[in-house]
């Protein structure tokens, strides 16, 4: 009789731990979504804003045509690119881009640059970048946690629970990001 009240306190701690275990990768999975989900909830900010942006800036700057045509382009491509995928993140990358180059170029249009309402336009672009920037960091955050939770044992036994997050990508500086800041060109 001893034998078999070990055996079940052995079990019951055994089914414990793996039930733990196994609720770990459900909450890092469902943190991983929940970090994607804000980083979608930020990027609908930006895309929102950014033809606010363009109607202020296009009464100014005439001869910005071909940028206006790349942003409206770009933005539409990452809108419709699927979350969490590398596709979307280049598109947004490449939206980021131009519209600093777009933020950039008003600096040539004094009266532009000291319109209210463009100047709080960038006002707000720039919370929002910064707002994108921090849901990004939440998110590669929440899909390292989850990566860990199902590649270390006994995790790994619930890996196929999170087979679908596993292929998602992280979030990483694209070469423009890296290359130096050549301050002349601002200049």
Do not use: C, W
Not at 109 to 135: C, F, G, R, W
């Amino acid at each position: 009789m001893n034998t078999m009240v070990i055996l079940g306190v052995v079990v019951l701690v055994i089914a414990a731990v793996l039930y733990s275990v196994y609720a770990g990768v459900i909450r890092n999975k469902n943190s991983v979504r929940e970090a994607l989900s804000g980083i979608d909830v930020q990027l609908k900010k930006r895309h929102d804003l950014v033809p606010n942006i363009l109607t202020i800036a296009k009464k100014f700057m005439e001869h910005e045509n071909e940028i206006f045509t790349k942003v409206t382009e770009l933005r539409t491509q990452a809108m419709n690119a699927p979350s969490g995928s590398k596709a979307k993140f280049a598109a947004e990358g490449m939206l980021d881009n131009l519209m600093s180059q777009l933020l950039v170029s008003v600096e040539n249009y004094p009266q532009l640059k000291s319109d209210a309402t463009m100047v709080q336009a960038m006002q707000t672009y720039n919370e929002v970048e910064e707002h994108i920037s921090a849901a990004r960091r939440f998110y590669n955050s929440a899909l390292t946690q989850l990566r860990n939770s199902v590649m270390i044992f006994p995790g790994s036994l619930f890996a196929g629970l999170a087979a679908e997050e596993m292929g998602y990508s992280y979030f990483e500086a694209t070469e423009a990001d890296r290359a130096p800041v050549n301050a002349a060109s601002y200049l």
